[in-house]
């Protein structure tokens, strides 16, 4: 192993030039933090800057380390620490193992503080962070908690009919006892809640909106259907694929045998991101819902929570991600339902859907994005700007006598406001260009505006979603927008959110 090929920004690794004797709370907040995470690894002897320093008395330092991670670590993460030779240098390679006693502290200046990992900082765990790592040592689970509510008082049509359609078998009440709906005592567990009938749980909500344009803000009749759906899952997973339904087209053309089908977006796609964010959601993110925004070129999914194990699935290889599940329980439940696979395939159903669709091309590949406490996929409209020459469409008369009256009613709406975009970007354009800034980051700006313009906000998830890069380096590109005035801080719409200075 040469410690050359590892350094370097990564959520795996963090290096240190010493040892920090007198403030070990600098390097052990990575410890916890990889210790309440995936593990890691840090390097002690190498520079900020990645250069390879080493150390003076390798084997004094490694001493002093295990003592200071007995005193000041609790409980003692496992460890395991190696002196490295490398050119002639002596270096510490300390390997944190992922905890099973989460959430590890770290002991010191008069509190206990736990930190976890977030892109490649060791940050200090929030209220709810600290709910997820107490869960995850006491080897539980959100949806496993018994809740407040008595079974006798719910009613369970909807999970009731569902099972019988898709399974062919009678819930019986057993059932709801194995399955782990009820605890012994009759009380529903946080599963049985969302997926009862009337579910008491009120952050478990859809929103759906069908946008008019590319973005947010197309200044003309900004949402052109808009829905919420409450109550169990499987209300909400069946509002949803409705809402998509009557939201997008399905183009057919006849061919030897019968007719092929070219729906905008692949029915089975659509259906599996939805399952997966509603079942594998973060329901101890309060204030936030599920949400499906459909726009003239493509359809996004936002669901609350970032992936399970911590990591960022634009940085994973989808076609082989490992199955771990935030909410086990539902989603054993759904799978009874085959409405998903235990093994954990989603990733590669939805890309395998559009693959074999037949106006896929590979730039309209779905995109699935995630931060610490976000998930987004993406998946693209097959037929935007797709010639409909030699292809049928369901009551054709109709639907293009119904897009021509919008576009002459729209025309001179648009032509007018088409106008004052462009003479906005124009100026956007120019003042980026007189900035101070390299063009590497002019662009990841562009993009941004392109997405946002000036009437709207953004906050550091939507840079670092939009301009594809972790935390730090968007709140980097954050300062430097700010440092040109090329944005401005949004007053109203909670701390850190931004909008484009024309």
């Known amino acids: 192993m040469f410690i050359s090929d590892f350094v370097g920004e990564s959520n795996e690794y963090d290096k240190k030039l010493i ?24 390097f002690f002897g190498v520079a900020d800057d990645d250069t390879l320093i080493g ?11 295990s003592e ?70 006491s080897n539980q689970t959100y949806d496993s908690l018994s809740s407040y509510y008595p079974y006798e008082n719910y009613a369970f049509t909807k999970l009731r009919s569902v099972y019988r359609q898709r399974t062919g078998k009678k819930l019986e009440e057993a059932d709801f006892i194995s399955f782990g709906l009820v605890d012994e005592n009759g009380m529903l567990t946080n599963a049985g809640v969302l997926l009862a009938d009337e579910s008491p749980m009120r952050h478990s909500r859809l929103f759906c909106t069908r946008w008019n344009g590319l973005n947010k803000a197309s200044g003309v009749m900004e949402a052109l259907d808009d829905k919420e759906f409450s109550g169990s899952l499987l209300i909400l997973l069946q509002g949803g694929e409705e809402f998509i339904k009557n939201n997008t087209k399905k183009r057919w053309k006849k061919t030897l045998d019968g007719r092929l089908e070219m729906p905008d977006i692949p029915e089975r796609a659509a259906l599996e991101c939805i399952v997966n964010g509603l079942i594998h959601r973060d329901y101890l993110e309060l204030g936030s819902e599920v949400h499906i925004d459909i726009f003239d070129d493509r359809m996004e ?52 859907d559009y693959h074999r669709s037949v106006n896929y091309r590979p730039e309209l590949e779905p995109v699935f994005y995630s931060d610490a406490s976000s998930f987004w996929v993406t998946l693209y409209n097959l037929n935007y700007n797709v010639t409909v020459e030699g292809v049928d469409v369901g009551d054709r008369k109709q639907f293009f006598a119904k897009e021509k009256a919008v576009v002459l009613n729209e025309k001179q709406l ?28 002019k662009e990841k700006i562009l993009r941004l505006y392109e997405q946002y ?42 701390k850190g959110r931004y909008r484009f200075n024309i």
């Open 301 to 352: 999914i936002y669901s609350p929570g970032g992936m399970f194990d911590g990591s960022f699935v634009q940085n994973l290889d989808t076609d082989h991600v490992p199955s771990r599940r935030r909410n086990p329980i539902i989603a054993d439940v759904f799978s009874r339902m085959n409405y998903m696979e235990r093994r954990g395939s989603g990733f590669k159903k939805i890309k395998h």
């Open 55 to 65: 150390l003076e008395d390798a084997r004094r330092v490694s001493e002093k380390i």
């Open 19 to 42: 040892l920090e004797e007198k403030r070990p709370k600098n390097w052990l907040k990575s410890v916890s933090a990889f210790a309440n995470g995936k593990g890691g690894i840090l």
């Open 414 to 441: 648009f032509g007018d406001k088409k106008t004052v975009v462009s003479k906005k970007k124009q100026l956007f354009e120019k003042k980026i260009n007189e900035s101070r800034i390299s063009t590497l980051a």
């Open 68 to 137: 200071i991670i007995k005193t000041r670590m609790d409980p003692i993460p496992q460890t395991d620490l190696e002196l490295h030779e490398e050119n002639g240098k002596q270096f510490i390679i300390l390997r944190i193992l992922p905890g099973v006693e989460t959430p590890y502290y770290y002991v010191g200046d008069g509190s206990r503080t736990a930190f976890v990992r977030v892109g490649n900082e060791s940050v200090q765990a929030g209220a709810i962070e600290l709910k997820r790592l107490v869960l995850r040592g």
């Open 453 to 494: 313009s000036d009437d709207m906000y953004f906050s550091r998830a939507d840079v670092m979603r939009i301009a594809g890069i972790t935390s730090s380096p968007a709140g980097e590109l954050i300062k430097k927008m700010k440092s040109e005035k090329l944005i401005v801080p949004v007053v109203g719409h909670g």
